[in-house]
């Protein structure tokens, strides 16, 4: 991810900087979250959830403006298994 952000980075600081809060929000309220019991679990596992669907709209916006160029296969099957699990477990 880091060659990508560094290329959104070059053309639109705002945008890399917000791709990687959103990416860095995931990763560590999923983590978080998996401590939690309850209301605090689920209530961790909706902010990743919000966060990685950010960061992949991010990426889909830098790919769309022409910032980067047509996201890598495995980046776009990551993210979408990364939204797919934190559907299913922040119900």
Same mark, same amino acid.
């Given at each position: %991810?880091?060659?990508? #952000?560094? *290329?959104?980075?070059?053309?639109?600081?705002? $945008?890399?900087?917000? $791709?990687?809060?959103?990416?860095? *929000? !995931? !990763? $560590?309220?999923?983590?978080? /979250?998996?401590?939690?019991? @309850? /209301?605090?679990?689920?209530?961790?596992?909706?902010?990743?959830? @919000?966060?990685?669907?950010?960061?992949?709209?991010? $990426?889909?916006?830098? #790919?769309?403006? @022409?910032?980067? /160029?047509?996201?890598?296969?495995?980046?776009? #099957?990551? %993210?979408?298994?990364?939204? /797919?699990?934190?559907?299913?477990?922040?119900?």
């Amino acid at each position: %991810m880091a060659p990508i #952000e560094a *290329s959104i980075r070059r053309r639109d600081a705002d $945008l890399a900087r917000q $791709l990687r809060d959103a990416l860095n *929000s !995931a !990763a $560590l309220n999923s983590a978080e /979250g998996s401590d939690q019991r @309850g /209301g605090r679990r689920l209530n961790h596992y909706c902010i990743a959830l @919000g966060s990685a669907r950010e960061a992949f709209v991010a $990426l889909r916006a830098a #790919e769309a403006w @022409g910032f980067v /160029g047509p996201l890598p296969s495995d980046v776009r #099957e990551r %993210m979408n298994r990364v939204i /797919g699990t934190l559907v299913k477990v922040a119900r």
